[in-house]
């Protein structure tokens, strides 16, 4: 069992940048793949970045590719999304999730996911 709880959205302008955080619990946290999606208003969830359990490989959305890097500290049960270059369309609620599938991850069916925390950009 993981539960997932985020923090770090805010509002902030066209340019700038974030990191969001994602604390898990759990003995079993190095276990999981680990991942960011989003959820803008009106639209389906979708994919953004995930990180494989050892952290040694990760995967983007082309929408955020090269703009956003994901990462993760085994020892402390975090995993991070730092937010660069931010567009009014990166505007969404961002959930932390994880499952032992990075793919369920991906075609955004994980196992466990957090509350969100809502990003927001201005133009």
């Known amino acids: 069992q993981v539960q997932l709880v985020e923090s770090g959205g805010g509002l902030v302008q066209a340019g700038g940048s974030l990191r969001l955080s994602c604390a898990a619990s759990?003995?079993?946290?190095?276990?999981?793949?680990m991942g960011w999606l989003r959820q803008a208003p009106g639209k389906e969830r979708e994919f953004v970045a995930g990180?494989?359990?050892?952290?040694?490989?990760?995967v983007y959305a082309d929408s955020v590719k090269g703009r956003f890097t994901i990462s993760r500290d085994n020892a402390k049960n975090m995993v991070y999304l730092q937010m660069n270059s931010l567009k009014p369309e990166d505007t969404a609620v961002y959930y932390c999730?994880?499952?032992?599938?990075?793919?369920?991850?991906?075609?955004?069916?994980?196992?466990?996911w957090g509350q969100g925390t809502q990003v927001t950009v201005s133009s």
């Open positions: 999730a994880g499952d032992q599938s990075l793919h369920k991850i991906m075609v955004v069916t994980p196992g466990y």
């Open positions: 759990g003995r079993t946290f190095s276990s999981y793949a």
């Open positions: 990180i494989i359990k050892g952290g040694g490989s990760t």
